[in-house]
T-cell receptor
Framework: AQKITQTQPGMFVQEKEAVTLDCTYD???????LFWYKQPSSGEMIFLIY??????QNATEGRYSLNFQKARKSANLVISASQLGDSAMYFC????????????FGTGTQLKVEL | DTAVSQTPKYLVTQMGNDKSIKCEQN?????MYWYKQDSKKFLKIMFS???????INETVPNRFSPKSPDKAHLNLHINSLELGDSAVYFC???????????????FGQGTRLTVV
């Protein structure tokens, strides 16, 4: 069965600094996709970035990059130049990996950006 | 133009009542989902439909019944509501239902259900 682990319940970062949110996953299936979602206090789920298991390069989307280390089964999210608006809950999720098309989520990391 | 819309946004109701949450997507996606987010913010799949056909039913009580009249709509009906049903319910949709990777799921804004 597939599993996503986020070991950081909460993180603090200063404005303009970079921050890494950890995510490890477990699956024996070679085909899967990894996603990061942001959930601000208003509650909506916002897609940030995607990495496919066969992708050779790490995904990047603006200030977001995904540090994909397949052998370690990790898919950490790096946010560069943090902004106050980045304060939110961040979820790592996996699709596929033997679980079909549903998303399996981690428990989330609450990020707080400080002045 | 909202991609995935669900109504209502807030729902407060008494134990024992029956309620429905509606969801519509205008993205042309084949697959729609219901997720439940509990008080600890944990998100878990409840149901998945592909072209009106039930694909995933993840050990959800029979009191929960999804209905998909067409591939753009997936409604959730809950009978005999219990205190433990209080949560945020998210509808989502995605394309490429037969590939493990592919595009992201788009989420509705969530329905906060409070059972009193």
């Amino acid at each position: 069965a597939q599993k996503i682990t986020q070991t950081q319940p909460g993180m603090f970062v200063q404005e303009k600094e970079a921050v890494t949110l950890d995510c490890t996953y477990d699956t024996s299936d070679p085909s899967y996709g990894l996603f990061w979602y942001k959930q601000p206090s208003s509650g909506e789920m916002i897609f940030l970035i995607y990495q496919g298991s066969y992708d050779q390069q790490n995904a990047t989307e603006g200030r977001y990059s995904l540090n994909f280390q397949k052998a370690r089964k990790s898919a950490n999210l790096v946010i560069s130049a943090s902004q106050l608006g980045d304060s939110a809950m961040y979820f790592c999720a996996m699709r596929g990996g033997g679980g079909g098309n549903k998303l399996t989520f981690g428990t989330g990391t609450q990020l707080k950006v400080e002045l | 133009d909202t991609a995935v819309s669900q109504t209502p946004k807030y729902l407060v109701t008494q134990m024992g009542n029956d309620k429905s949450i509606k969801c519509e997507q205008n993205l042309g996606h084949d697959t729609m989902y219901w997720y439940k987010q509990d008080s600890k913010k944990f998100l878990k799949i409840m149901f998945s439909y592909n072209n009106k056909e039930l694909i995933i039913n993840e050990t959800v009580p029979n009191r929960f019944s999804p209905k998909s009249p067409d591939k753009a709509h997936l409604n959730l009906h809950i009978n005999s509501l219990e205190l433990g049903d209080s949560a945020v319910y998210f509808c989502a949709s995605s394309q490429e239902p037969h590939r493990a990777s592919g595009t992201e799921a788009f989420f509705g804004q969530g329905t906060r259900l409070t059972v009193v």
